[in-house]
């Protein structure tokens, strides 16, 4: 398989399979999630499963038109309800891929989290893994992670890397190349997270991480600009060419990737990672694009 | 004055004002400050006091032309002597700013930093404030600090907020909007930069920045896309309008600006704050252009 460069190479990817894969959608009643799904069983890539209060469905087009047979309603008038029954689907293998509608992050994730119940397996943490398509960048760039961990431990960090190179490699990457990012590439003793990138770099040379090249701290320039990260002189082998970026903080990661949307014209997609399926925890304000590419990452994933 | 919404804009701003501003390089040896010097002089901005070991000058052009009367060459040898030279004049009012050459920080800012000869009046901390100029945004955005202080106090917070309103209202910003960015515009009490914004804004409310709107925690959607922030239905007076971002880090701001320089066209210019005079202390791995922005800024700043 030739790796996944684009999104539109990601539809096309799922198109050719040939396979839905079995999305089970908490609460999705606001027009822009159903538009996404639509999208998805259209595309023929899903099988939709609506479990949530039927009577607050926004999106007319969903019944207007003949009812698609790949999409299934259920009607949950409670959306906490429909959250634990959502992730039920998915913990007893009749779903594949959780979504979140219009339900509160936070009553989702107790869900998600339960311990009994949910879908994080033990010793395993959740993170954020995001696939950003920049018109000016030669391929995908997955960062981890803008959203979740403030600030994560040095374990957290060698599972976010771990989860996110697996991500890398459903996507056809064989060897990702890995930047863990800092304001320079210089070493600052001071910096808590100095000691954690010190770490993991000789994990990585002790084959911790598999055939993946991991190199840092590094700066954005080194990381993604083969130009101007050569004018720095500074030998390293991800130079202008990362498939991951692992961001030392959210507060580091967030304001990147929004730059990127507001200026750069990039789109993301989006998933959770950690959980025994893959978890698309998109916003009410994310575009149909947005949370359709996320839905595509998912099921590549799945 | 109109505000100065673009470096072209601030360009046509210094030239109005018929008035050459003296600016002392240590150490100006390498081609690329060489040149945004030249560019400066040439423009009748700037009166270019050139400290350092003449011997090691890259740039032929400089003599190879008939030699400007506003360039003026002071040969010293030895680079840390050179670095101590020109705090020196900038000091004793012999020049209006200070800019780095083939030198290396840590010397420049040893002299800059010198509690008896230095630069930073007591009580003063030293910040950089950057002026993206990006293609997509509808006027120069200020942003503090990608480079200095790692992880601010309070007290710091404060200070270079104040420092980076003085250089937006140079700019002929009567009211600047000023957001404190975060991932999320939802505060978190655990995360200890929280308590400093909350801090910030209680400050504000009495008065204490003069007439500017400050508003934070906000995510780079609400400060700086007034669509994309729209959709999130938050109430907030800088909503899409930002003059200054405050970033929580260096590891946050970092980031930010470089993405934006790689993948959206943006072209930067940064000087310290808190010296008692502007000191340009761009990196030997940056553009002519930004150097030239940096230079521009500082004439403006003086």
Redesign the interface.
Known sequence: MDSIASFAALSDHLKSLNCRKRIVVANAVDSHTLDAIIRAVEMGIAEAYLIGDVASIESPRLFENRPSPHIHVVDVPDVRDAAIESVRMVRKGEADVLMKGLVNTDVLLKAVLDKKNGLLPPGNILSFCGALE????HKLLFFSD??VI?SPSVEQRIMMIKYSIRTAQKFGITQPKIAL????EKS?P??Q?MQDYAEIMKKWRMGEFGDVIIDGPL???LA??KE?GS??NVATPVLGDSDILI??????????Y???????G?EMGGILQGTSKPVVLTS??ESIDSKFYSIAMACALS
Chains 1, 2 share one sequence.
């Open positions: 920049i018109p000016r960048y803008p959203a403030p990012i800092h304001a320079t600052n001071k910096i997270y700066d954005i320039f993604v600009d101007r004018i720095k961001f030392p903080s959210f507060e580091s990661a967030n304001p990147f929004k730059g990127l949307m507001c200026f750069a990039a009410r304000s």
